[in-house]
Nanobody
Framework: QVQLVESGGGLVQAGGSLRLSCATS????????IGWFRQAPGKEREFVAH??????????NYAAFVKGRFTISTDNGLNTVYLQMNSLKPEDTAVYYC????????????????WGQGTQVTVSS
């Protein structure tokens, strides 16, 4: 059981950058997979990126629309997961959520058990 808190959203011009953070209130993200999702008004919640760890290292996956613009990472203590977003576009405007599940990562929002409250990202033209 984990509690997640997102931060780092805001208003930014097209082409700008933001770094979102997802922090745990206790413990670390070890043994959990962490995903980033987003939901724009009138749209379904969609997968952005996820990260998990195994004996061979980190496993990371991105949605196709990211196309190298976003980077998911974690601090050395596995207490915080970041989403670095560069070259932001107006279509990136959405509420961004982090989510956690035990074990294997997934691109499906329904697979995640624990969710933060979200942070608003607004990209102006």
């Amino acid at each position: 059981q984990v509690q997640l808190v997102e931060s780092g959203g805001g208003l930014v011009q097209a082409g700008g950058s933001l770094r979102l953070s997802c922090a745990t209130s206790r413990g670390t993200f070890s043994n959990y997979a962490i995903g980033w999702f987003r939901q724009a008004p009138g749209k379904e919640r969609e997968f952005v990126a996820h990260i998990s760890y195994s004996g061979s290292g980190a496993y990371i996956n991105y949605a196709a629309f990211v196309k190298g613009r976003f980077t998911i990472s974690t601090d050395n203590g596995l207490n915080t997961v970041y989403l670095q977003m560069n070259s932001l576009k107006p279509e990136d405007t959405a509420v961004y959520y982090c989510a956690a599940r035990w074990g294997t990562s997934s691109v499906a929002s329904s697979a995640y058990n624990y969710w933060g409250q979200g942070t608003q990202v607004t990209v102006s033209s």
